[in-house]
């Protein structure tokens, strides 16, 4: 008797010629209009002048650290304006290319492989991710919310940051049925945004509830990019560099793995 077993269909090496080719083609629909990239930035924008300048004029100077309440969120801002750029383009938008306009099928039968599109889709998240932590810093810069010239490490920072939230957003997107799945992603996102220290330190957690907050993404994130932007330079920055890392690579596992059932089953 023959035993028949099912086997999901390989996944392929990426071709660096091949995911640059998806960066191309990226990048030549988004020079037709700047307003994805502009509208990534209002909102933090936003949030830095309404809860950084103006609840931090009623809070003064943060104890212990000793810089003005705006200066000292506007780091954690710039790294949830990578994570959110990186993350809204390969969950929204790559949703709406596999769900919606059906991109990937015409892509698929050149030579240009499912781990090429995947890896190419969060190139082009983290360049973007980096290109609106420039924008962010040149408000900072502007608004005096510069302490250090560390803070130029904020940009190599979004590369790392850019790239554990566009991996994770293109990991969860193939799990999603339709757009009212997108809820339970909020889900998840804005309780983490405002509760990973980004407005408050984490010592205003009691002690039972801190490693649960020390194990979220985001405040990793904003560890790794506030403690240079405040001058705070020293090796504990490669615990977060490696747990994105990790992160990212755990979850770019994952997305391709599922990319590739979902786009040649």
Known sequence: MTTLTTAGPPVPAARPSRTLAMVERNFMI?????TPLLSAMVEPVLYLM?????VGM????????HVRYAAWV?????ATTAMNTAFNQTSFGVYTRIRIDRT??????????VTDIAYGEVVSAVINAVLTSIGFVAVMT????VTSPAVLLAIPASVVVGFAFAAGGLAVTTFLRDFADFQYVQLVMLPMYLFATTFYPLSTYPAPLR??????????AIQLVREPALGALSWSALVPVTYLAVFGAVAMR????????????
């Open 254 to 265: 994952i997305a391709t793995r599922r990319m590739t059932r979902l786009l040649l089953k």
């Open 142 to 145: 502007v608004t005096g919310l």
């Open 30 to 34: 988004y020079r037709r209009s700047m």
């Open 74 to 78: 506007a780091p954690a801002i710039l």
């Open 50 to 54: 309404s809860i950084g300048v103006g």
């Open 58 to 65: 009623l809070i003064g100077d943060v104890p212990g650290v």
């Open 104 to 113: 990937y099928e015409a892509i698929v039968p050149t030579p240009v492989s």
């Open 211 to 220: 490693p649960l907050v020390e194990i979220l993404p985001l405040y990793q």
